[in-house]
């Protein structure tokens, strides 16, 4: 089976822009999260979208969000962006939420 | 202008060791809970998992112990080689699709 696949895998914007990133998920899994890891905050929960639907949100502001498709693959979108965005995007997908297994990521630098 | 990031504690160990990370939870209601290696420029790689109804679990070279009466999660990973070397994270889940990490361990084997 293929894994997760993010992509972009670098990203270069500059501050005030937007940016949206995506996210396939293993084949038949129907759950996909979103992660942000900082040197700073470690890693912390984004959301998780379930059959089309976000199921969970983490505490970010309301300028992160996201949205899954019909074919589970996920896309956050980052809205004005500011300097403290720069990070490592992870999402994960699972069958049910439990079971996560994590692509690449997307490294965001914000400028 | 300086970042500041997370304190990792480090566990370094010699080639053939055993190693055991340990992991602190703060959810007594978390339900499920997985361990995590994360290699630099990488995404977290999935190790192993355990649900609450149980104190063990083993897999390949891996043993995962819980001990709910503290919320405390141990890994144990037998003869330990250089390609461990890696940032281990525990994660705790107690709403479907949303991980909650621990701060992390790194681990150094020394050939």
């Known amino acids: 089976k293929a894994g997760v696949t993010q992509t972009p895998r670098y990203l270069i914007k500059t501050r005030g822009q937007q940016v949206t990133l995506s996210c396939s998920p293993i084949?038949?899994?129907?759950?996909v999260s979103w992660y942000q890891q900082t040197p700073g905050q470690g890693l912390q929960f984004l959301f998780e979208y379930f059959s089309e639907t976000q199921r969970n949100k983490g505490n970010f502001p309301g300028r992160f969000s996201g949205r899954q498709f019909s074919n589970s693959r996920s896309e956050m979108n980052v809205s004005t962006l500011e300097l403290g965005d720069s990070a490592l995007y992870l999402c994960?997908?699972?069958?049910?939420?439990?079971?996560?297994?994590f692509g690449p990521g997307t490294r965001l630098t914000v400028t | 202008g300086e970042s500041v990031g997370l304190h990792l504690p480090t566990l370094s160990v010699q080639e053939g060791d055993n190693s055991i990370i340990n992991c602190a939870y703060s959810n007594s209601a978390s339900d499920y809970f997985i361990w995590y290696k994360q290699e630099s420029g990488k995404g977290p790689q999935f190790i192993i998992d355990i649900r609450s109804n149980m104190d063990k679990r083993q897999g390949q070279r891996v043993t995962v112990l819980l001990n709910k009466t503290v919320k405390h999660l141990s890994l144990q990973i037998a003869a330990t080689q250089p390609g461990d070397s890696a940032v281990y994270f525990c994660a705790e889940n107690n709403q479907g699709g949303k991980l909650i990490f621990g701060q992390g361990t790194e681990l150094s084997v020394k050939p």
């Open positions: 084949s038949g899994h129907r759950s």
């Open positions: 994960a997908s699972s069958l049910n939420g439990y079971e996560q297994y």
